[in-house]
């Protein structure tokens, strides 16, 4: 079975994100910047725009500004007119004739030009003396703003402002008359027709929807707009960084926020006007210049978002065809895990996956072939196992059989040995009465031969014992030094027997009171002192005791013939003697050295022997100090 | 052992129970040497009879026979107030290095270890009837 994995570890998932992630990453640069060039173009080419349209508006202005001081000029030098003017100047009360005739050439010329709306004739004190109007007739013009420089210059264009007495925006042009002497007589004013300046500023060709041009003015603070005409006089200042540009005489282009009560972000151009004493601005919304840009943003992020479901769809398809054959073979590992072998993958081709399918299958018949072999290996091991165990229980139970059979042999072997044993003693003994020296003699030989054969029967026993794991270790408190003392009482008569010496040193550090098996301690250490005394024909034997901390030592030290080095390694084997020989010299069994070491290695101990040939040996047996019966282990 | 009085069991009543015949003979042979008025039996239910109808002044017994071993001869003893104070001393094999400790812990007054050596049989007994106060009393050396 596949195991089931979290959504975001699956190869598909990290394939499809990767796609998606690459996809709309680029197509996110490339985007950005392509909307950020488009804008900067937008912006420049509406730069240029209003810059151009800047430019016509200045030269119209100054065209338009240019045919009022040449109608006034055409007036002054009418001859027809000229000298009435001059004449009615000179003698204001004398001729209304010539006032009529005035009034009436300036109405003519009103009428016949459209950029001067009223032409005026004034004296040099300031009193108006005929008029395109004759409202204006008799006014005085001394207050106002023309009229200082009207005397100074010959011509003078007053830069617009608002005529309070008219109640609106006013455009005035002087021209100062001289008489043939070339003395200054009046002064000839007209007033422009403002709507002219509006018109201009009203062309809204290459301004979209929400371009403007306006003028603003440095001392009044009007604005003068297609739209805001009427709405003069003005309450506030008009402020933005364009207007403060232009006013401080800078011409440019920017993008700020415009001036309204509630501002737009506009790109504009300002222009200082010195002849209206002016600030002209061209502006237009940076929304609607940039409207285009939204609309190429729009179509980047249409083309991005299709772009990003074909990248997602082809992720999906790859990560399909590549997650199909590893879920395949998943699937069919899966199933091998559980013991079936017979799926095969279907990957095929010549690519790498399909290269994995064809191994995938390869390994899997290998697999298959390698676990029947084992399943069978393991059957024919199994058997094998079977066929050991009955053996080995079979061995066991042969040996257990042994055993018993060398136990009861013993056991019957014994009995009547014992018997002649004990017969044997009891005429040699002289109770059953006298017999001569030659049947004591031979009686003799009947109970050592007997001894010797009980002492063979007894070592059998013990080794059939140790074999069959029943000789008992009883550790039992004791105290050493009595047992020592048996030890010597029971031996040195045999010594003695020899005319051998029997020397006994007992270490200060031995504890007085420890635990041992004596039995099985006095079995042993009485067979190598009956070993030595055996083997040793002059001299002496020694039995030394000594002890440390953790152990104690038994030795047994003699002068005898000593051991040869080869024999040293299986001195401690069964039916082991020096050679053949000594057995028939020496007499004895050759298991007591067996005994004693399997003995030894039961108590915790072992048995070790030191010797040169020819001056002796040294027998030491080892064994754990035990003195607290605590520190019995439970198996002794 | 030649210093052992012959007749030192003179007059002294005994009984020796043993299966084994053979056994059963060097053992009666050697205390009668000494002067022994020695009764035999060949099994434990023998024993215990003769012994409650003789009295003797103490017994050995082999371990293991037919019919009443020496564990159930001992037991019967200890049960009749008759024998209760009859020292008894346990035969006990070479090898059956246990039963040693077993007969001494069981009530045996002590024990003697099979086979009987005829050389040092006397010693041996005279050391272990030593070690029983109303014996050692009637010892005459």
């Not at chain 1, 980047?300 to 879920?327: D, E, K, V, Y």
Request: net charge negative; with cysteine; charged share 25%.
């Amino acid at each position: 079975m596949r195991q089931k994995m979290p959504w975001w570890r699956s190869i598909r998932t990290n394939l499809i994100l990767f796609l998606v992630v690459l996809i709309a990453g680029s197509v996110g640069i490339v985007t950005y910047q392509l909307v950020q060039r488009t804008e900067q173009e937008l912006e420049e080419q509406a730069f240029d725009e209003l810059q151009a349209i800047s430019e016509l508006k200045r030269q119209q202005i100054e065209n338009w500004l240019q045919r009022g001081p040449i109608t006034l000029e055409t007036v002054a030098r009418n001859q027809a007119v000229r000298g009435p003017i001059l004449d009615y100047v000179s003698e204001p009360t004398a001729d209304t004739d010539h006032q009529t005739t005035i009034n009436t050439f300036f109405s003519d010329v009103t009428a016949s030009d459209p950029i001067v709306e009223e032409i005026s004739l004034y004296t040099l004190d300031g009193r108006v003396l005929a008029s395109s109007d004759a409202v204006q007739i008799n006014k005085v013009v001394t207050r106002q703003p023309y009229f200082a420089l009207s005397l100074e210059n010959d011509t003078y264009i007053q830069p617009p402002y608002f005529d309070v007495g008219r109640g609106e925006l006013t455009l005035v042009v002087t021209r100062l008359l001289t008489d043939e002497a070339g003395n200054a007589a009046g002064v000839l004013t007209g007033r422009l027709n403002v709507d002219e300046l509006a018109a201009i500023m009203s062309q809204r060709a290459g301004l979209g929807d929400t371009g403007e041009t306006y003028l603003v003015s440095r001392e009044s603070n009007y604005l003068l707009t297609p739209s805001r005409l009427e709405n003069y006089p003005l309450n506030r200042a008009y402020r933005s960084t364009g207007i403060d540009r232009a006013l401080s005489g800078e011409s440019g282009s920017d993008s700020y926020q415009n001036h309204y009560d509630d501002p737009e972000l506009v790109l504009g151009t300002y222009t200082w006007l010195p002849e209206l004493q002016s600030a002209m601005l061209a502006e237009i919304t940076e929304g609607e210049v940039l409207a285009n840009s939204r609309e190429a943003t729009q179509a980047a992020i249409a083309t991005g978002g299709g772009a990003l479901i074909l990248a997602s769809l082809l992720g999906l398809f790859l990560a399909t065809l590549l997650t199909r054959p590893i879920l395949q073979l998943t699937d069919i590992a899966g199933e091998m895990s559980q013991g079936h072998f017979d799926k095969k993958t279907t990957i095929t081709g010549a690519s790498e996956v399909g290269l994995l399918g064809r191994t995938f299958n390869n390994m899997s018949e290998r697999l298959s072939q390698t676990i029947n072999e084992l399943d069978q290996k393991v059957v024919e091991i199994e058997t094998a196992n079977k066929e050991l165990r009955i053996a080995n229980a079979r061995a066991r139970e042969a040996t257990r059989l042994k055993s018993e059979f060398m136990a009861t042999m013993s056991h019957e072997l014994r009995t009547p040995l014992n018997a002649i044993i004990g017969f044997t003693g009891i005429m040699l003994q002289g109770m059953g009465g006298e017999i001569d020296h030659d049947a004591t003699h031979m009686l003799t030989r009947v109970e050592s031969n007997s001894e010797r054969l009980l002492h063979l029967i007894n070592d059998v026993l013990d080794i059939a014992k140790i074999e069959a794991g029943r000789l008992d270790i009883v550790h039992k408190e004791l105290e050493i030094h009595k047992l020592i003392q048996q030890w010597r009482d029971e031996t040195s008569i045999l010594a003695d027997n020899k005319g051998l010496e029997f020397e006994m040193q007992i270490a200060s550090s031995v504890p007085v009171r420890l635990y041992a098996d004596s039995e099985r301690l006095t079995q042993v250490v009485k067979n190598l002192l009956s070993n030595a005394i055996k083997f040793t024909d002059t001299g002496k034997v020694t039995l030394n005791v000594d002890a440390d901390e953790n152990q104690w030592k038994i030795q047994v030290t003699d002068t005898g013939i000593g051991i040869p080095p080869h024999a040293v390694n299986y001195i401690f084997e069964e039916f082991r003697q020096v050679d053949g020989s000594s057995k028939r010299i020496y007499g004895g069994t050759g298991l007591g050295l067996s005994i004693s070491r399997n003995i030894c290695r039961m108590m915790g101990g072992n048995i070790g022997v030191n010797s040169r040939l020819g001056e002796g040996s040294t027998f030491t047996v080892t064994l754990p100090l035990i003195t607290n019966e605590k520190l019995l282990e439970p198996t002794m | 052992m030649n210093k052992i009085r012959k007749n030192i069991l003179e007059g002294w009543k005994v009984v020796v129970v043993d299966d084994e015949a053979d056994s059963l003979e060097v053992a009666t042979r050697i205390l009668r040497f000494y002067g022994a008025n020695v009764s035999t039996a060949s099994n434990g239910r023998e024993g215990v009879e003769i012994i409650t109808r003789t009295r003797p002044r103490f017994v050995i017994t082999d371990l293991s026979m037919p019919e009443l071993d020496g564990w159930g001869l001992l037991y019967e003893l200890r049960q009749d107030t008759r024998t209760i104070d009859i020292p008894v001393f346990a035969l006990t094999a070479h090898a059956m290095i246990g039963d040693r400790e077993r007969a001494m812990a069981a009530g045996f007054h002590n024990y003697l270890t099979k086979p009987l050596s005829p050389a040092t049989f006397m010693e041996e007994l005279l050391a272990i009837m030593e070690t029983v106060p109303a014996l050692e009393q009637l010892i005459q050396y």
